[in-house]
Nanobody
Framework: QPRLVESGGSLVQPGGSLRLSCVHS????????IGWLRQVPGKEREGVSC????????YYANSVRGRFTISKDNATSTVYLQMNSLKPEDTGVYYC??????????????????WGQGTQVTVSS
């Protein structure tokens, strides 16, 4: 079974930047994408960004496109989410997760079957 561990969440001022990391292990050939998703209290979990394990295509939610960048380092089994120009509405618990479905379906939280424990991001002055 895959294991995912997130880190990098913090308190940051509006307009600031953060980089989240997701170290994964146990990924096999049936696993096709790794995604970042977030949850705000009182709202449903939403897909933020995802990357296909191969060939590495990336996808972004409209709310973060142009501000967030997802990348992966195969040598260290790490997926990053660089978040710039952060807004208060980006506040939430950010999770990384693994899916056996690729393409832009990887923005749908329902396609993920294994999740990390989450890391808190708070954007506030």
């Amino acid at each position: 079974q895959p294991r995912l561990v997130e880190s990098g969440g913090s308190l940051v001022q509006p307009g600031g930047s953060l980089r989240l990391s997701c170290v994964h292990s146990g990924i096999d050939s049936d696993d096709l994408a790794i995604g970042w998703l977030r949850q705000v209290p009182g709202k449903e979990r939403e897909g933020v960004s995802c990357v296909e394990i191969s060939p590495g295509r990336t996808y972004y939610a409209n709310s973060v496109r142009g501000r967030f960048t997802i990348s992966k380092d195969n040598a260290t089994s790490t997926v990053y989410l660089q978040m710039n120009s952060l807004k208060p509405e980006d506040t939430g618990v950010y999770y990384c997760a693994v899916s056996q479905i690729r393409s832009d379906w990887c923005l749908d939280p329902r396609v993920y079957y294994r999740w990390g424990q989450g890391t808190q991001v708070t954007v506030s002055s």
